[in-house]
């Protein structure tokens, strides 16, 4: 605007000049004067009009500088906008309204697979895979009609390769002369679609697997008491046999009956586990939290499991400095933990002697230890026993029988009550089981 003004002044001084020449030359047609007069005059008007002159050439010349510069930045703002759209890490297209590329950047030749220079001119369908292209044109459709920004997802096709999977992301912008045409952003989002795929495979085979899991346990579960109930009746029997008179047995046969009588309770034993277990991992089992004291209950399990330990001239002692710790828990789960980890310590330890402590741990939690001077367990051993049908020291425990599942069991019961079991252990010098619950177990899902 301001440059435009500036020629119409520049014009209109040029203008200015050569009027006034032409004025002087009639004047001079013209003028009755003497020479020497008419050349003063004429010299005197030819420095006015050069002056103008002067002044307005050098005005042209700082029009033209100004003009220049401003060009100059204009390139430099063009160059920028263009390396920008170059060198953009996703595709950019630039098509007409029915699709037609007029302009691509690298990446959207390198994702078609193919030149810069063969991308232009083509209509853009082409490089969409043969089963996209009716919903592609459905959307090119609508585009030419609709404001603002569209994204799908399509296939597209890239050169000596397989289809992939694209986002595209286009806006229909107006030109100067009344045109409509489209900006592209084009993404391989394949990673992501695989990804994606990979998940929803994952979580199909976790749920196949919860399905398993849940049909075991069934299974387990219904197994377990289909054999509880026969056992009971192998062992009730064989119990009242034993309770004969000697001279009515024999003693061969009074003998072959205490071995049925002591497998049975031993196989019945591991029904029981099997059961708690396959509760416990079906999530079938429920707390019911009832207060009590837990030194007393704990001091009632020890004096249960106390004939255990005196047949192996073990000792057995509780030690606590109250003799109240009053807290609200399932006591028969509770008791379950107790009896599993001491009957282990009594199990695995041939002298010496167990110890269980009873303790609170700040207002809201208590603890209870259980330590042995038995076998113990070795380092590498330590973080596999917690798992089901685990034994370890294979060499050393061999001879004492058991299911691997009663630490399992003690572990998710603790877990269960929001609690934690941790275990030190040192090979010949012992092992020490510590479990720490809240004073008031609250009933968690497992
Ligand atoms: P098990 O029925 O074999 O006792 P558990 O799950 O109760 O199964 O214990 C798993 C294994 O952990 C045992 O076989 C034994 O090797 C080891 N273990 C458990 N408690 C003790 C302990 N107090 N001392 C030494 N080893 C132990």
Same mark, same amino acid.
């Given at each position: ?13 040029? /203008? ?5 020449? /032409? ?21 005197? /008007? ?60 690298? #990446? ?189 209950? =704990? ?9 255990? #330990? ?43 002697? =167990? ?67 941790? =275990? ?10 510590? =479990? ?11």
């Amino acid at each position: 605007m301001t440059s435009h003004l500036q020629t119409d002044q520049f014009t209109q001084k040029i /203008e200015a000049a050569r009027q006034r020449t /032409e004025a002087l030359k009639q004047h001079v047609r013209e003028s009755p004067c003497g020479k020497t007069e008419l050349m003063a005059l004429s010299w005197a /008007e030819l420095q006015t009009a050069l002056e103008e002159l002067h002044v307005a050439e050098e005005e042209l010349r700082q029009q033209n500088e100004e003009l220049i510069a401003t060009r100059e930045a204009v390139e430099a703002e063009r160059q920028r906008y263009q390396e920008l759209f170059e060198f953009a890490p996703d595709g950019y297209l630039v098509t007409d309204a029915n699709g037609k590329i007029w302009e691509a950047n690298r #990446a959207a030749a390198s994702l078609f697979g193919v030149s810069q220079n063969y991308i232009v001119g083509k209509p853009l369908i082409v490089f969409v895979a043969e089963e996209c292209r009716r919903s592609f044109r459905a959307h090119l459709t609508r585009l030419r009609n609709a404001s603002g920004v569209q994204e799908w997802d399509v296939l597209l096709k890239r050169s000596g390769s397989k289809a992939f999977d694209a986002a595209l992301t286009v806006a229909a912008v107006g030109d100067t002369r009344g045109n409509i045409n489209l900006r592209w952003m084009i993404r391989d989002i394949s990673a992501r679609k695989e990804a994606e795929e990979k998940i929803r495979s994952y979580e199909l085979e976790n749920l196949q697997l919860v399905e398993i899991t849940r049909l075991k346990s069934q299974f387990l579960a219904l197994m377990s008491h289909e054999l509880r109930t026969p056992m009971n009746a192998i062992l009730g029997f064989s119990q009242l046999l034993l309770r004969q008179p000697q001279n009515q047995l024999g003693e061969r046969q009074a003998n072959m009956v205490e071995r049925i009588f002591n497998s049975g309770k031993h196989l019945l034993t591991l029904i029981e586990d099997i059961l708690n277990f396959s509760k416990l991992e079906s999530g079938n089992l429920e707390l019911n939290p009832e207060e009590f004291n837990l030194v007393e209950t =704990v001091t009632d399990t020890v004096e249960e499991l106390r004939s255990l #330990a005196t047949q192996k001239h073990l000792e057995i002692h509780v030690k606590c400095d109250r003799d109240n710790i009053s807290v609200v828990h399932d006591k028969i789960r509770l008791r379950q933990i107790l009896i599993n980890l001491l009957a282990n310590a009594i199990k695995f330890t041939d002298v010496g002697e =167990v110890w269980v402590e009873v303790y609170e741990v700040g207002p809201n939690k208590v603890a209870i230890a259980i330590r042995d001077t038995g076998i113990g367990i070795a380092e590498s051993d330590l973080e596999n026993i917690f798992m089901e049908f685990r034994q370890v020291n294979h060499f050393l425990t061999r001879d004492r029988s058991g299911t691997g599942l009663g630490l399992a069991i003690v572990d998710r019961l603790v877990r269960m009550m929001n609690g934690d079991i941790s =275990v030190e252990s040192k090979l010949g010098v012992g092992s020490t089981f510590r =479990v720490e619950l809240p004073r008031k177990v609250r009933i968690l899902n497992l």
